[in-house]
Each structure stands twice: as structure tokens, then as C-alpha cells.
């Protein structure tokens, strides 16, 4: 079994930025997909970037391209999520999610993930 969990978390202005941390137990993480989801009041989960067991290859929705950035720390068992140029649409409960199975590709079906962490809570005021 693997356990998540996630931090860094806030009440952040708009144009702010905040840094997610995931961190996991177990001695196999290095060859987990990994990937972090949101849901915001009302809304349905989605799905908002991925990363792949080496960190060589990630995904972003269009909505945070360019502003949000997956890494990984095999080393220390941990999954980031740096968030630059917040907005208030990013305000949700963040959550990070682990695929076990090994494969080179970003695991985007939000269905193949595995193991999920608590959340959470981003929000960004205007």
C-alpha cells in the first residue's frame, strides 16, 4: 500500500505562487507515473498535470500550461507542483495520485491511477 501526502497548500492573491509537495511511502516510487488532480466546489475532479517515472516527460491541461510545473524527487520519495501566475479559477483541493505500473508515457487517464492523497486546499482570491 502506498500513502500520499500532500502539502503546501494556502490562501494566495491573484499573480501569486505556491509550491505543492507530495510526499510517498514505499520503496518502489521511483517507477510510478505520478500525477496531480483538482477539484473545485461543485466541480467534477480534473485531471491537471502528469509526470513519468524519470521526470523526461510531462502533460499539462491547456488552462496551466506555461504557468504550472510538475517535478519529481525520486531521491526523497516526492512529487512537486510549482503554480506561478495563480487565478481564482485555480482555486480547488489539490490533489496528487500514483499509477504503479511502469511505462514511459504520462499516465492521463485519471482512471488508471492507483493510490490518491488527501488534497489540499488552494485558494487564490482576486
Known amino acids: 500500500q502506498v500513502q500520499l501526502v500532500e502539502s503546501g497548500g494556502g490562501l494566495v492573491q491573484a499573480g501569486g505562487s505556491l509550491r505543492l509537495s507530495c510526499a510517498a511511502s514505499?520503496?518502489?516510487?521511483?517507477?510510478?507515473?505520478m500525477g496531480w488532480f483538482r477539484q473545485a466546489p461543485g466541480k467534477e475532479r480534473e485531471f491537471v498535470s502528469g509526470?513519468?517515472?524519470?521526470?523526461?516527460?510531462?502533460y499539462y491541461i491547456d488552462s496551466v500550461k506555461g504557468r504550472f510545473t510538475i517535478s519529481r524527487d525520486n531521491a526523497k520519495n516526492t512529487v512537486y507542483l510549482q503554480m506561478n501566475s495563480l487565478k481564482p479559477e485555480d482555486t480547488a483541493v489539490y490533489y496528487c495520485?500514483?499509477?504503479?505500473?511502469?511505462?514511459?508515457?504520462?499516465?492521463?487517464?485519471?482512471?488508471?491511477?492507483?493510490?490518491w492523497g488527501q488534497g489540499t486546499q488552494v485558494t487564490v482570491s482576486s
Open positions: 514505499g520503496r518502489t516510487f521511483s517507477s510510478y507515473r
Open positions: 495520485a500514483a499509477d504503479r505500473r511502469f511505462a514511459a508515457k504520462v499516465q492521463v487517464d485519471p482512471s488508471g491511477y492507483d493510490y
Open positions: 509526470i513519468n517515472w524519470s521526470g523526461g516527460s510531462t
